[in-house]
């Protein structure tokens, strides 16, 4: 079965630090990965996808960036946080179209970011 | 934990009763829906989902209904349990190709009285 993981699962930084979360899918090979910030009692914003390693789509303009350096891994970064950039961060995988009889995204549990 | 159910619709329901909670979504074209549940501070959690030639479809104690003439979809839970409490939230889906794109919506929160 495939699994979802997301360190860390909390983390407080300052304002001007740098920023590094991890996203790892184990159970399945070649699938999209997406980076979604939620706001509290808001919707889920979508930050960046990624079809392929090395492949990065941005849906918006921000601070943040994003990589894919293995099929299985993606990293969201920043190189100066701001205080807008507090919120609850979401990693999702979803099969790669055509190989499976779903498109659904799986979310794993999340990274709560705090910049003070 | 991650307050996630702030300023979003509540659905009060007594244990045991059946919940309805309802969505309209906003693309014609959208061809594929699914439902998640959010418990306060984790990720979304895949429930169920429905494709556009169907309107009605069932798991476990969960049915979802699809009206796309009204672009309206709906999940009820039958016997609703406390763990059940959560916020609901349904999201759209299209396109082809290498990325279909999502659209979530903001959610309703659940609170089974016990």
């Known amino acids: 079965s495939q699994t979802i993981h997301q360190w860390p699962a909390t983390l407080v930084q300052p304002v001007g630090s740098p920023l590094s979360l991890e996203c790892t899918v184990e159970?399945?090979?070649?699938?999209?990965l997406y980076w979604y910030r939620q706001a509290a009692g808001r919707g889920l914003q979508l930050l960046f996808y990624?079809?392929?390693?090395?492949?990065i789509s941005s849906e918006v303009p921000q601070n943040l960036s994003a990589s894919r350096p293995q099929d299985r891994q993606f990293i969201l970064s920043s190189k100066k946080l701001l205080l807008s950039d507090s919120g609850f961060y979401l990693c999702a995988w979803s099969p790669r179209p055509g190989t499976s009889h779903t498109d659904t995204q799986y979310f794993g549990p999340g990274t709560r970011l705090t910049v003070l | 934990g991650e307050s996630v159910g702030l300023h979003l619709p509540t659905l009060s329901v007594q244990e045991g009763d059946n919940s309805i909670i309802n969505c309209a979504y906003s693309n014609s074209a959208s061809d594929y829906f699914i439902w998640y549940k959010q418990e306060s501070g984790k990720g979304p959690q895949f429930i169920i989902d429905?494709?556009?030639n169907m309107d009605k479809r069932q798991g476990q104690r969960v049915t979802v209904l699809l009206n796309k003439t009204v672009k309206h979809l709906s999940l009820q839970i039958a016997a609703t349990q406390p763990g059940d409490s959560a916020v609901y939230f349904c999201a759209e889906a299209w396109g082809s190709g290498g990325y279909q794109k999502v659209t979530f919506g903001t959610g309703t929160k659940l609170q089974v009285i016990p």
């Open positions: 990624s079809v392929g390693i090395g492949q």
């Open positions: 429905i494709r556009s």
């Open positions: 159970g399945t090979s070649n699938p999209n």
